[in-house]
């Protein structure tokens, strides 16, 4: 018996990127601007930053994604009165008409869709050598130590985040107002998302405090195995260990705004005292804390005299 092979309709296709950055950038960075023959997108990860496209000025917040054409002029600046951002810049080549959905838009991405880019980023830092925040340095170095085919994953993720953008785009552009019942399943995924999403900004408000699992479930109504279930779903990590996490994001931000010491910063975030703090933020990211203050200067100073 003779099978019929299927060729698979390949509608967009990224084979090869010039970039990938994660910058932390302190206030008052300006990057003067340029263009080039590639796309290139912009995702704020944290805080927000002004990016010019050509004549059109936007404010970017957290979440928000735009993607540069090609020959467009584009620049970055980090207004004195917002919080220092942190942003994922990544630049690569894709000939596909279907990339003109995405001249002059501005997304604001949802948790699927953030979900996915998170997934690029860390596949990113797994496929590449750094450093990551030296926007001198464009050429990108495989990791020899990288997992089995990291970088076709990351291009997957990549290929995947650009089709669900353009199917959202493509959809909103129909304006329909069918509603169709969304089945059980999908129904209870959205509610552990939002749950999820409850208890992250119940951890932000909450950042001065030492929070523990009991506190977490008392404020969630939820019982030490659900939470940790519906948590872990969302973020691949405990949400102690994620909390940690956003105390020491939130030094980092505000180491870089320059407006207390670190024993001020400590106690901001509910460290009882400056040996601790300065342990959990080298060990959370390989610096002390006066050495990453040092570098987010750096990184000011280059950016001014280039």
């Avoid at 279907?98 to 838009?105: G, H, L």
């Avoid at 450093?131 to 990549?158: G, T, W």
């Amino acid at each position: 018996m003779e099978f019929a092979r299927h060729t698979l309709k390949e509608m967009l296709a990224v084979r090869k990127l010039i970039s990938f950055h994660y910058f932390e950038f302190a206030k008052g960075y300006l990057f003067d601007g340029e263009q080039h023959d590639f796309w290139e997108l912009l995702y704020v990860d944290k805080g927000s930053v002004e990016v010019r496209a050509d004549d059109r000025t936007h404010q970017l917040e957290q979440g928000m994604i735009i993607f540069h054409k090609p020959g467009e002029f584009h620049t970055v600046q980090v207004s004195q009165q917002h919080k220092p951002p942190n942003v994922f810049v990544l630049s690569f080549e894709c000939a596909s008409p279907y990339m003109s959905k995405f001249e002059n838009s501005l997304l604001k991405l949802g948790t699927q869709e953030r979900n996915l880019l998170s997934l690029l980023l860390q596949e990113g830092f797994h496929s590449f050598e750094p450093p990551y925040d030296n926007s001198l340095i464009h050429q990108l170095v495989s990791n020899s130590d990288a997992p089995f085919a990291s970088e076709q994953v990351m291009r997957n993720y990549l290929e995947t985040l650009l089709i669900q953008l353009i199917r959202r785009l493509d959809a909103e552009d129909c304006k329909t107002s069918l509603v169709t019942r969304k089945p059980a399943s999908f129904q209870t995924e959205k509610a552990e998302q939002q749950t999820a999403e409850r208890i992250i900004a119940f951890m932000r408000e909450h950042l001065s405090e030492q929070l523990n699992l009991e506190r977490l479930c008392k404020e969630m109504h939820l019982g030490k195995s659900r939470l940790k279930e519906v948590f872990h779903s969302y973020s691949r990590t405990g949400p102690i260990e994620y909390f940690k996490q956003l105390k020491i994001e939130e030094a980092k931000v505000l180491i870089r705004e320059q407006l207390y010491n670190f024993t001020e910063i400590a106690a901001m975030l509910g460290y009882g005292s400056i040996h601790y703090f300065s342990r959990d933020f080298k060990k959370a990211t390989g610096m002390s804390p006066s050495e990453y203050a040092r570098t987010a200067k750096a990184r000011v100073k280059l950016a001014h005299t280039k």
